[in-house]
């Protein structure tokens, strides 16, 4: 049975720093395309990162090029996502999505982040 855990959200204050985990369960991480997504209030889902099967290729939305940091951890079956100077603005549920190679869809449940002084 697939399943994607987030964990890491919480409260932060402005310019601090958060890491995500997202342990993955049920198939082969190392071959599957994993990503990170938030959702705000009252805004639509939103495209963060991406880690390809090969663990170099990584790719990142505009909004957090620089601030955000995909990264893979084969080994545990384990997708991160380090985020930093945070704002109010990344206050979100955010979520880890795979994507196997047999090009099927997997989202985790998601965790909470909330930045405010």
């Known amino acids: 049975q697939v399943q994607l855990v987030e964990s890491g959200g919480g409260l932060a204050q402005p310019g601090e720093s958060l890491r995500l985990s997202c342990a993955a369960f049920?198939?082969?991480?190392?071959?599957?395309?994993m990503s990170w997504y938030r959702q705000g209030p009252g805004k639509e889902r939103e495209f963060l990162a991406s880690s390809f099967r090969s663990v170099t290729r990584t790719n990142y939305a505009t909004s957090v090029e620089g601030r955000f940091t995909i990264s893979r951890d084969n080994g545990k079956n384990t997708l991160y996502l380090q985020m930093n100077n945070l704002s109010p603005e990344d206050t979100a549920i955010y979520y880890c999505?795979?994507?196997?190679?047999?090009?099927?869809?997997?989202w985790g449940q998601g965790t909470q982040v909330t930045v405010s002084s």
């Open positions: 999505n795979a994507q196997t190679i047999d090009d099927v869809d997997y």
């Open positions: 049920g198939f082969t991480f190392s071959s599957a395309a």
